[in-house]
């Protein structure tokens, strides 16, 4: 709460909610873990009543349980089901902002471009209005993204997406 009206009286109107895939769902395709969702709706209503905006992110850095998702212990379509289930949990709440896919995705031997995908399709299939935020592989940095990341490479047919590139 003190740090939601500290950062909110300093004009700060967006913020992110790191979310650990791990800890929100305990097993790929599993339901949500229940009382770790009633926290982040608790800071979400904490938000609105700030005047705050939040970006849900998932912050595993393209991983679940330290097994690089695309592959064949985290297929792609494990990645779908959880933005699927997350849209579906907070679309309603008025704080939401947006979606952030993976906050920076790394060494994923190619794999980050088809998961992201998976993921932009989850949410879509629940929630056709809120932008998503697309960071690229290589940590999403912005020096090699021009190498690792040439192209955009998901579709939105909302056109609702936002590149994510870090510099640090």
């Not at 005047?51 to 998932?58: A, T």
């Not at 290589?138 to 090699?144: I, Y």
């Not at 192209?151 to 870090?166: L, S």
Request: hydrophobic residues 35%; without cysteine.
């Amino acid at each position: 709460g003190d740090k939601l009206i500290a950062a909110g009286s300093n004009g700060i109107t967006t913020i992110r909610l790191p979310i650990v895939w791990e800890t929100i769902q305990p097993s790929l395709y599993g339901g949500l873990n229940t009382r770790y969702l009633a926290h982040a709706l608790e800071f979400l209503d904490k938000a609105q009543l700030q005047d705050m905006k939040v970006v849900i992110d998932l912050h595993n850095y393209g991983r679940y349980q330290n097994k690089l998702i695309g592959s064949q212990d985290v297929p792609a379509r494990a990645f779908k089901d959880v933005w699927q289930r997350l849209a579906g949990a907070f679309s309603r709440h008025s704080a939401v902002y947006g979606y952030g896919l993976m906050n920076e995705p790394h060494d994923t031997g190619g794999l980050w471009h088809t998961v992201a995908q998976s993921g932009v399709d989850g949410v879509r299939s629940v929630d056709t209005n809120r932008p998503i935020y697309v960071g690229g592989d290589s940590w999403s940095n912005s020096q090699r993204w021009p190498v690792v990341n040439p192209t955009p490479f998901v579709t939105d047919p909302y056109n609702r997406i936002v590149y994510e590139a870090h510099l640090y």
